[in-house]
Nanobody
Framework: QVQLTESGGGSVQAGDSLRLSCAAS????????MAWFRQAPEKEREFVAL????????LYADNVKGRFTISKDNPNNIVYLQMDSLKPEDTAVYYC???????????????WGQGTQVTVAS
């Protein structure tokens, strides 16, 4: 079973940038879809971005489009989330997830990391 480990979170000021990493403990199969979700206190987990492992098809949530960039390092089984122009409303725990369907629905993803906290001060 592949395990996912996120890193790169932290506390920043509005307008700053962060890059999150998600390292897989084993090989990510070509049929996989890798995604980032986030969850703020007392809110439901929400979709942020996804990428197909074999084709690099990408999808972003509207509220991060143009500010966040998802990318991958296939040989090293790592997924990145570059976050620029951060806003206080981006504050959340960010999770990496692995699934097999091109979907924004959290229940469709069967492997999750432990999450990394991102805090953006105004």
């Amino acid at each position: 079973q592949v395990q996912l480990t996120e890193s790169g979170g932290g506390s920043v000021q509005a307008g700053d940038s962060l890059r999150l990493s998600c390292a897989a403990s084993g090989r990510i199969y070509s049929s996989s879809v890798m995604a980032w979700f986030r969850q703020a206190p007392e809110k439901e987990r929400e979709f942020v971005a996804l990428i197909r492992w074999h084709s690099s098809s990408i999808l972003y949530a509207d509220n991060v489009k143009g500010r966040f960039t998802i990318s991958k390092d296939n040989p090293n089984n790592i997924v990145y989330l570059q976050m620029d122009s951060l806003k206080p409303e981006d504050t959340a725990v960010y999770y990496c997830a692995r699934g097999s369907r091109y979907t924004t629905s959290p229940p469709e993803y069967f492997t999750w990391g432990q999450g990394t906290q991102v805090t953006v001060a105004s």
